[in-house]
């Protein structure tokens, strides 16, 4: 508050410049000027006003801000803890004000409350109507948006599972048991697409292959890449896991596994950055390859040790 303070304080001074040098007769070309520059920083400094006076009255009224899960925005120098609701106002307000998603595509800036009949906010009430009533699901966003995240391959999993974590909570069957037959349904659905978009954006595999057909690019189950030297080198490792004699030898292939799967996020995370989609497909298949092949070394180690 003390910045909202500065800011009047500024605009009063200069309000006062301006009175002055309107009492100035003459035309005098320099005092002109001198006006225009500061009627054009009142103007900037009532639209900052604005803006941080309006952020502060959205942290007050929030009766969902926590302390300890929460995310942290930087206002004024701050950083006040406030709730995802709190954070999808902010992004609404901001990133969303011109009709675009982060990946630029349309969002759904006329989405009618089915109860009430208000248009609602496209990131606010994504998931709730102010009126209170759950919204049906906004399946024409995709699942960075719906889990406030930037679409990209190097995503934070603390926040994703915090966003997932806190709205799930408000969409638990229990919160719904005294509702209508439609709100159930609404919850249901709602629940199943947060679901999806979570799991979807968790493992780095079908995280990877979600950006790809964000791009049009189909990966199928079947497809494989005509790399000779890659496809033996699969082989090989098979040979191996076949041969495992010892709790050594299953260790040793782990290893070796587990490192070409850093690899491969590290490129992954290069290509997806530099938009060398191309390169990130053939990454992508490769990532497959070492994962089916972890996934069968968890399967040897659970039996071994059943």
Aim: aromatic share 8%; net charge positive.
């Amino acid at each position: 508050m003390l910045r909202s303070l500065s800011i009047c304080q500024r605009a009063q001074k200069r309000l006062f410049c301006i009175s002055s040098a309107q009492s100035v007769e003459g035309n005098n070309r320099k005092l002109k000027d001198a006006k225009l520059k500061l009627e054009s920083h009142i103007l900037c400094e009532h639209r900052e006003l604005d803006q941080v006076s309006k952020a502060f009255r959205k942290s007050f009224y929030s009766s969902r801000i926590r302390s300890n899960k929460s995310y942290c925005f930087t206002l004024n120098r701050a950083s006040p803890a406030f709730s995802v609701n709190f954070i999808r106002e902010i992004q609404c307000s901001s990133q969303l004000g011109n009709g675009s998603s982060h990946n630029d595509k349309p969002v759904h800036n006329h989405r009618n409350c089915w109860n009430c009949g208000r248009n609602t906010s496209p990131v606010l009430e994504l998931f709730f109507c102010d009126c209170g009533v759950v919204q049906k699901p906004a399946i024409e966003l995709t699942y960075f948006d719906i889990m406030l995240l930037e679409p990209s391959f190097d995503i934070d999993i603390k926040k994703l599972s915090d966003v997932f974590k806190e709205t799930q909570k408000k969409l638990h069957p229990d919160k719904f048991s005294a509702k209508s037959e439609m709100e159930r349904k609404l919850a249901q659905e709602q629940s199943s697409l947060l679901n999806k978009a979570y799991g979807v954006l968790l493992k780095p595999l079908s995280r990877a292959l979600y950006l790809l057909e964000l791009q049009g690019i189909t990966i199928e189950d079947d497809t494989k890449l005509t790399d000779s030297e890659f496809l033996m080198e699969i082989m090989e490792i098979n040979e191996k896991i076949s041969s495992i004699a010892s709790e050594s030898d299953l260790n040793s292939v782990e290893a070796d596994n587990s490192s070409q799967i850093e690899n491969c996020l590290v490129q992954l995370s290069h290509s997806f950055s530099l938009k060398d989609y191309s390169k990130a497909k053939v990454m992508t298949i490769r990532l497959r390859y070492y994962t089916t092949i972890q996934e069968r070394l968890f399967e040897l180690r659970r039996s071994r040790l059943g």
